[in-house]
């Protein structure tokens, strides 16, 4: 049985010192497990900023970019320069999983039109580097890069120079997002669909997901012979790589449609082009990722643990989750927290832990009833209805680990990004 989980985060260090400021900018790299904890000095150039951009310092956007790649070392240190090619955009967080072959990027700037510069930088980067014929992973994708989000920044900063609230409007993130899908259609001929405030009505992400097939299992025509529930062992082809990843690969190869014309993009072809799939690109408040890992329990434990948790599934509001296998026979119940003020991962983290401690469905009602404060009446109703309908013994023997976030928070995004347009 497993003891623990591998440490599963990125993170950024900013050294001002002027001893520090003389090194060249470093990175430094190490491996626990299948994850990659990223962290790095800010490079002195970006410290030095135009005036104008000081003047909007209240106006900070940030942009994730998810990118269908996280095992090629090579592959990944290339879309990571292009992370920090422009001094006006700050890639602030890094999160690398190798068993669910994803990266994400997040950047912020004070500019909005160079934030759009990079983050279709990024996409072209990964159109030249990535095809999904040749990808196997753990984690759903729609395109080798695969989902574009971006987030106006509210917060209050306390940094002596910048102190004060910085509110930027959710309209310039929808400009943003709208700008970055237009020209990730035109210089990539790759469909994009818009969601959130970037479209006209609002769609949200899981449903173009749902539409387009996200939740289903994909294997490739020429792994046919293979289950798509029990993929091949996949060992990166990366030559200074000697990492093997053998667990079972739910999505293998590319998408397994040529035509979108039963649900057409907003921007671009009809027409996935083979090896590239879709992308996604969207505006909406910041949201947290939040994965809490469950030992000893199978898949379909998970989706139920999963469904319950969800607003969808009657559970806690703001709340969208799907289960994940991960390393080492582990699964994950990977939540995107809306309105983290709302449901904060606290209350995630809760619901989870006293679903599976629950030994019966005659004691759910009192096992429930003193939660309301954390998991309000919803997600004590939806416990309640998860074990009147299911077999509480089937959760038994769960153990459900500490979760973990895998960006970092507006506070520390905004006071960041601020700090790098001071002069040390």
Same mark, same amino acid.
């Given at each position: 049985?497993?003891?623990?989980?591998?440490?599963?985060?990125?993170? /950024?260090?900013?050294?001002?010192?002027?001893?520090?400021?003389?090194?060249?900018?470093?990175?430094?790299?190490?491996? /626990?497990?299948?994850?990659?904890?990223?962290? =790095?000095?800010?490079?002195?150039?970006?410290?030095?900023?135009?005036?104008?951009?000081?003047?909007?310092?209240?106006?900070?956007? #940030?942009?994730?970019?998810?990118?269908?790649?996280? &095992?090629?070392?090579?592959?990944? !240190?290339?879309?990571?320069?292009?992370?920090? %090619?422009?001094?006006?955009?700050?890639?602030?967080?890094?999160?690398?999983?190798?068993?669910?072959?994803?990266?994400?990027?997040?950047?912020?700037?004070?500019?909005?039109?160079?934030?759009?510069?990079?983050?279709?930088?990024?996409?072209?980067?990964?159109?030249?580097?990535?095809?999904?014929? !040749?990808?196997?992973?753990?984690?759903?994708?729609?395109?080798?890069?695969?989902?574009?989000?971006?987030?106006?920044?509210?917060?209050?900063?306390?940094?002596?120079?910048?102190? +004060?609230?910085?509110?930027?409007?959710?309209?310039?993130?929808?400009?943003?997002?709208?700008?970055?899908?237009?020209?990730?259609?035109?210089?990539?001929?790759?469909?994009?669909?818009?969601?959130?405030?970037?479209?006209?009505?609002?769609?949200?992400?899981?449903?173009? &997901?749902?539409?387009?097939?996200?939740?289903?299992?994909?294997?490739?025509? =020429? *792994?046919?012979?293979?289950?798509?529930?029990?993929?091949?062992?996949?060992?990166?082809?990366?030559?200074?790589?000697?990492?093997?990843? =053998?667990?079972?690969?739910?999505?293998? +190869?590319?998408?397994?449609?040529?035509?979108?014309?039963?649900?057409?993009?907003?921007?671009?072809?009809?027409?996935?082009?083979?090896?590239?799939?879709?992308?996604?690109?969207?505006?909406?408040?910041?949201?947290?990722?939040?994965?809490?890992?469950?030992?000893?329990?199978?898949?379909?434990?998970?989706?139920?643990?999963?469904?319950?948790?969800?607003? &969808?599934?009657?559970?806690?509001?703001?709340?969208?989750?799907?289960?994940?296998?991960?390393?080492?026979?582990?699964? !994950?119940? #990977?939540? *995107?927290?809306?309105?983290?003020?709302?449901?904060?991962?606290?209350?995630? @983290?809760?619901?989870? !832990?006293?679903?599976?401690?629950?030994?019966?469905?005659?004691?759910? *009602?009192?096992?429930?009833?003193?939660?309301?404060?954390?998991?309000?009446?919803?997600?004590?109703?939806?416990?309640?209805?998860?074990? %009147?309908?299911?077999?509480?013994?089937?959760? @038994?023997?769960?153990?459900?680990?500490?979760?973990?976030?895998?960006?970092?928070?507006?506070?520390?995004?905004?006071?960041?990004?601020?700090?790098?347009?001071?002069?040390?």
């Amino acid at each position: 049985m497993l003891k623990s989980m591998p440490l599963r985060k990125a993170f /950024f260090v900013s050294i001002r010192h002027d001893f520090f400021r003389k090194i060249p900018p470093l990175v430094f790299m190490t491996n /626990f497990a299948a994850t990659t904890v990223v962290c =790095s000095t800010v490079p002195h150039h970006k410290m030095a900023l135009h005036s104008t951009i000081a003047s909007e310092a209240g106006n900070v956007l #940030a942009a994730i970019v998810y990118i269908s790649e996280g &095992r090629r070392r090579h592959v990944l !240190e290339e879309i990571l320069a292009v992370g920090r %090619s422009d001094p006006r955009v700050l890639l602030l967080n890094v999160f690398e999983d190798s068993q669910y072959n994803r990266t994400g990027l997040t950047l912020t700037s004070t500019c909005p039109e160079q934030l759009q510069r990079i983050a279709v930088s990024l996409v072209q980067k990964a159109v030249e580097l990535i095809d999904l014929r !040749e990808h196997t992973a753990l984690h759903p994708r729609l395109g080798v890069a695969d989902h574009v989000s971006v987030h106006p920044l509210h917060s209050v900063s306390v940094h002596p120079l910048h102190s +004060g609230k910085f509110f930027t409007t959710m309209s310039t993130a929808a400009e943003c997002a709208q700008a970055i899908g237009e020209k990730v259609a035109v210089t990539t001929n790759i469909p994009v669909y818009l969601y959130g405030h970037a479209h006209t009505q609002g769609r949200k992400l899981a449903e173009i &997901r749902r539409q387009l097939g996200y939740f289903k299992p994909v294997a490739s025509s =020429s *792994n046919s012979t293979h289950s798509p529930a029990v993929g091949p062992s996949v060992v990166s082809n990366d030559s200074a790589s000697t990492t093997s990843y =053998s667990s079972p690969s739910l999505w293998e +190869g590319a998408l397994p449609f040529r035509s979108l014309d039963h649900y057409p993009p907003d921007l671009g072809p009809t027409q996935v082009p083979e090896g590239l799939g879709v992308t996604t690109v969207g505006a909406v408040p910041w949201l947290i990722n939040y994965n809490v890992p469950l030992l000893s329990a199978s898949l379909q434990q998970a989706k139920l643990l999963s469904r319950a948790v969800s607003e &969808r599934g009657g559970g806690l509001q703001y709340v969208e989750a799907m289960a994940l296998s991960h390393e080492g026979g582990a699964i !994950e119940v #990977a939540c *995107n927290l809306l309105n983290p003020q709302a449901t904060p991962p606290e209350a995630v @983290q809760s619901f989870l !832990e006293q679903a599976v401690r629950q030994n019966d469905s005659k004691q759910s *009602n009192s096992m429930t009833a003193g939660l309301g404060g954390v998991l309000g009446v919803q997600g004590c109703s939806s416990l309640s209805t998860m074990y %009147s309908r299911d077999q509480p013994q089937s959760l @038994q023997g769960i153990q459900v680990q500490k979760g973990y976030c895998t960006g970092k928070t507006v506070e520390e995004l905004v006071e960041l990004t601020l700090s790098s347009q001071t002069h040390f």
